[in-house]
Nanobody, 124 residues
Framework: VQLQASGGGLVQTGGSLRLSCAAS????????MGWFRQAPGKEREFVAA????????YYPDSVKGRFTISIEGAKNTVHLQMNSLKPEDTAVYYC??????????????????WGQGTQVTVSS
């Protein structure tokens, strides 16, 4: 499995960005995708996750109501729409794929494959 993330950039506070992650080589229907982020000097944190059919999504309170994760199944691509961005959202964002049907989907240790990071910078 290979994951290719795209869509980061620089945006002002209150702005929006959409991240995308294209997955190639998927072999299981029980997998799911997640986004994590890591700011300088901080631990990697969970941002959003979705099961591959797309009927279950998970968000931490810090992004709930502002971020939306979705699947474009025909393209094996997961999107993360980020609205009302804040300076504290600044980080390198990583997409990841897990293959376990029992995963909680919120712990980075559950994910088997990771994409390269994409930088998101929100200016104040």
């Amino acid at each position: 499995v290979q994951l290719q993330a795209s869509g980061g950039g620089l945006v002002q506070t209150g702005g929006s960005l959409r991240l995308s992650c294209a997955a190639s080589g998927r072999t299981r229907d029980s997998d799911g995708m997640g986004w994590f982020r890591q700011a300088p000097g901080k631990e990697r944190e969970f941002v959003a996750a979705i099961n591959w059919p797309g009927n279950r999504q998970y968000y931490p309170d810090s992004v709930k109501g502002r971020f939306t994760i979705s699947i474009e199944g025909a393209k094996n691509t997961v999107h993360l729409q980020m609205n009302s961005l804040k300076p504290e959202d600044t980080a390198v964002y990583y997409c990841a794929l897990h293959e376990s049907p029992w995963a909680t989907m919120t712990a980075d240790s559950e994910y088997n494959y990771w994409g390269q990071g994409t930088q998101v910078t929100v200016s104040s």
